[in-house]
C-alpha cells in the first residue's frame, strides 16, 4: 500500500482557503486517496475521497495531480470549528484503513 | 441508533485486570473496525471484521487482546490482564462493506490503567 507524506502543522487564517497537501508518489492505479479529520477529542471524520478527477463536497474540494503523485484538501473557506488533525490515506479499499500521523490545522482568528 | 454507539466512555481499571469494551455499529454496516490512540498519537488500527469472513487481526499488539463480533453485529474488544501501556482511547468504526465506503467512527472508550 503506497505512504503519504504530510506537513505536521499548518496554519491558516480564519475566512481564507486551507490547503493541506498530501504527497503519495508510490500510488497504485487502482489506490484511492481519503480524507479523515479528528477534531480534538472526537472520533475521526470523513472528509472526502477521490481515484483520479478533482471531487468536491459540501465539506471540502479535493485536487489530484494528473500523475496522482500528490494531493491537496482544500477548505475554502475556513472556520475556527475546522481546526484538527487531517489525514490523508491511500489505499485501494477500506478494509485496512491505516492513519499516519495527518497534518494539525489550526486555524487563526 | 444513528450512530456507533461504544460503551463505556471512560473505564479506570488496576493493573493486571480484565476489560471489556462494547461497539454497537450501524444498523446494516457490515465492516468493522478497532483503533486505539494513545495520547498525543494518531490511529493504531487494531482489527478488522467484513460480514462472515475472517477477521483482519494483524495490528493486535499481543495475544492478551483479542475481538470478536457476534451476530455480525456488535463488537467486544476485550484486554486481558491489563497494563498501563494499554492505557488508550480506544475506537470503533463501522462502514457499509462496500469498497470506498466511509468510516463511521463512534466517540471511544477511554481506558485507563492503574
Known amino acids: 500500500d503506497a505512504k503519504t507524506t504530510q506537513p505536521t502543522s499548518m496554519d491558516c487564517a480564519e475566512g481564507r482557503a486551507a490547503n493541506l497537501p498530501c504527497n503519495h508518489s508510490t500510488i497504485s492505479g487502482n489506490e484511492y486517496v481519503y480524507w479523515y479529520r479528528q477534531i480534538h477529542s472526537q472520533g475521526p471524520q470523513y472528509i472526502i475521497h477521490?481515484?483520479?478527477n478533482n471531487e468536491t463536497n459540501e465539506m471540502a474540494s479535493l485536487i489530484i495531480t494528473e500523475d496522482r503523485k500528490s494531493s491537496t484538501l482544500i477548505l475554502p473557506h475556513a472556520t475556527l470549528r475546522d481546526t484538527a488533525v487531517y489525514y490523508c490515506?491511500?489505499?485501494?479499499?477500506?478494509?485496512?484503513?491505516?492513519f499516519g500521523a495527518g497534518t494539525r490545522l489550526t486555524v487563526k482568528p | 441508533g444513528a450512530g456507533v454507539s461504544q460503551s463505556p466512555s471512560n473505564k479506570v481499571t488496576e493493573k493486571g485486570k480484565d476489560v471489556e469494551l462494547r461497539c454497537d455499529p450501524i444498523s446494516g454496516h457490515t465492516a468493522l473496525y478497532w483503533y486505539r490512540q494513545s495520547l498525543g498519537q494518531g490511529l493504531e488500527f487494531l482489527i478488522y471484521?467484513?460480514?462472515?469472513?475472517?477477521?483482519?487481526k494483524s495490528g493486535l499488539p499481543s495475544d492478551r487482546f483479542s475481538a470478536e463480533r457476534t451476530g455480525g453485529s456488535v463488537s467486544t474488544l476485550t484486554i486481558q490482564r491489563t497494563q498501563q501501556e494499554d492505557s488508550a482511547v480506544y475506537l470503533c468504526a463501522s462502514s457499509s462493506g462496500s469498497r470506498t465506503g466511509e468510516l463511521f467512527f463512534g466517540e471511544g472508550s477511554r481506558l485507563t490503567v492503574l
Open positions: 490515506i491511500v489505499r485501494a479499499n477500506n478494509n485496512d484503513m491505516r
Open positions: 471484521f467484513q460480514g462472515n469472513s475472517a477477521p483482519d
Open positions: 477521490g481515484l483520479k
